[in-house]
Nanobody
């Protein structure tokens, strides 16, 4: 069982920055693929960024060059640095951890944190 707790959301003006944190209850690095998802009102949840168990990173086209996902092994924490924020980045951002062992998927979610980009 992995417990994920997000923090760092809030209200920011367009062009501003925020850093989201996802603290995990146990060791995740090298074991779980970590991801940040977001869901805006009336829209489907979408993958924003992923940090694989092997250390690779992947980003949605809409955030490439603006967002950076990273991890701190010692703190069991994954971060999402968000720069040059736009109003369309407004959403609830959730942290996800998953791994597949012998065909069984272990999938965990945080409670989400609201990010609002507005002047």
């Amino acid at each position: 069982q992995v417990r994920l707790v997000e923090s760092g959301g809030g209200l920011v003006q367009p062009g501003g920055s925020l850093r989201l944190s996802c603290a995990a209850s146990g060791n995740i690095f090298g074991l779980y693929n970590m991801g940040w998802y977001r869901q805006a009102p009336g829209k489907q949840r979408e993958l924003v960024a992923r940090l694989t168990s092997g250390g690779d990173t992947h980003y949605a086209d809409s955030v490439k060059g603006r967002f950076t996902i990273s991890g701190d092994n010692a703190k069991n924490t994954v971060y999402l640095q968000m720069n040059s924020l736009k109003p369309e980045d407004t959403a609830v951002y959730s942290c996800n951890a998953f791994r597949i062992i012998v065909g069984v998927k272990y999938d965990y979610w945080g409670q989400g944190t609201q990010v609002t980009v507005s002047s």
